[in-house]
């Protein structure tokens, strides 16, 4: 079975690596340099993109900013999964809120703006304080601004025009800050009957808009509750099959959607040891027709985000239970270079684990890690 990946980055080589063994074939599109590589050895292959979609068994993605006539093609040969719609609204905050809408899924108060007066009216009827995001171009938190009183609103006005200026592609939209309490995810999977399967909801540490750690474990049930509701929604308004991410915001036991991903994620990346059937695994598996695997945690996990490290100091590995998945790029500051995951038999000893792994790993590269490992032992 050949796969092809649009995308040639870590996400289509973890998928690679899970479809291995289920003798899944993976082949990368890199949308930036047009060339059809191997997503793991680099392997460039002399191939046309028409003829790796008529190649392939199933075609998917692993990030949302595919040109038009590329989703176009492959959503024609019927193989496409999970499909042109369901890209392009992970891809444009303006869609993506549409859709939450249709779907009766609660996510920020926002408004649209194309124009200063739009500014003005989102202040009038949101209020202080603003998150301005780009629709199109933001991931990570870039392409943001925070509005907090009415005496930087000139300021920030002159770089959202700025930013607009620059490519007329481009839209802002401008959401009410959310007071939440800690941010969580959930990873879901839905197969090519219609079959939904849920792994355990993960709370979500970030610095900067980027995610730094996750952390699976016993989550209160109201909650978990939310979050399948929301993806049967969200799947079924877009007859969505593979997986799918939706990242929340939980303000006193309430989830309002921040972002979805019509794809495997970073704060999925804790099931390659924390469940017996990985996201990756399950997206595949999705995507090719077949069976779903177990969403089941074997117990609570946790994935600590290396970025910008090119190394990690080796005696990470002598904790048990813990590994590391390096995905083979070239080092720069804060990029995201690797992932260290660790599973543990109950809370306090993943709580352990964490505080064992701070020593090897300073606070200011691995920020929350020792906080967070504290916190389970006394929990
Ligand atoms: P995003 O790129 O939309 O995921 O945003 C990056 C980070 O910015 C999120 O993980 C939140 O920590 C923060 N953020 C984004 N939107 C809001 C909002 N409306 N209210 C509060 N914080 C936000």
């Known amino acids: ?28 599109y890199d949308v930036g340099s047009g060339q059809l590589l191997h997503p793991l050895t680099r392997h460039v292959f002399d191939q046309t993109l028409v003829q790796a979609i008529a190649d392939s068994d199933a075609i ?3 990030f949302e900013h595919i040109p038009d006539e590329v989703l176009s093609q492959c959503e024609a040969s019927g193989k496409f999964y999970p499909g042109k719609q369901a890209v392009k609204v992970g891809g444009d ?14 996510c920020a108060a926002y408004q649209l703006i194309t124009e200063r007066a739009h500014l003005d009216l989102a ?33 920030v006005w002159a770089q959202v025009a700025a930013f607009l200026a ?42 900067n808009g980027v995610l730094t750690l996750s952390l699976a474990k016993a989550i209160e049930g109201e909650i978990h509750q ?54 990756f695994e399950n997206h595949l598996r999705a995507v090719a027709g077949l069976p779903l695997g177990s969403t089941e945690a074997i ?45 543990a038999g109950s809370e306090a000893l993943l709580g352990e684990k964490l505080l064992a792994l701070s020593a090897f790993l300073p606070g200011e590269s691995y920020p929350g890690v020792a906080q967070r490992g504290g916190e389970l032992m006394r929990e």
């Open 1 to 28: 079975m050949n796969i092809l990946v649009l995308g040639a980055g870590q996400l289509a080589r973890m998928m690679s690596l899970a479809g291995a063994p289920l003798n899944i074939g993976v082949l990368s």
């Open 123 to 155: 202040i009038a009827v949101l209020g202080f304080p603003l998150v301005i995001k780009t629709c199109q171009a933001g991931y990570d938190g870039k392409g943001q601004w925070r509005l907090y009183a009415e005496a930087d609103v000139a300021t």
């Open 60 to 62: 998917t993605a692993e």
């Open 299 to 343: 117990g609570p996990s946790a994935m600590i985000n290396v970025l910008g490290q090119a190394s990690i100091p080796a005696e990470v590995l002598s904790v048990a239970n813990v590994t590391s998945h390096w995905y083979g790029k070239a080092c720069r500051p804060g990029r995201k270079m690797g992932h260290i995951n660790m599973v």
């Open 166 to 207: 620059a490519d007329a592609l481009h839209s802002i939209i401008a959401e009410r800050m959310v007071p939440f309490q800690r941010e969580v995810s959930v990873i879901g999977v839905r197969d090519r009957l219609g079959n939904i399967a849920i792994y355990p909801v993960t709370e979500n540490e970030h610095v």
């Open 93 to 106: 905050r303006a869609l993506e809120k549409a859709l939450l809408e249709q779907a009766g899924v609660p």
């Open 226 to 279: 939310q979050a399948v509701e929301a993806f049967s929604r969200l799947a079924s308004a877009l007859d969505y099959i593979g997986v799918m991410a939706i990242e929340f915001f939980d303000v006193d036991g309430q989830l309002i959607v921040n972002e979805i991903a019509p794809r495997v994620h970073n704060s999925g990346h804790w099931t390659q040891q924390g469940t017996l059937c990985c996201q």
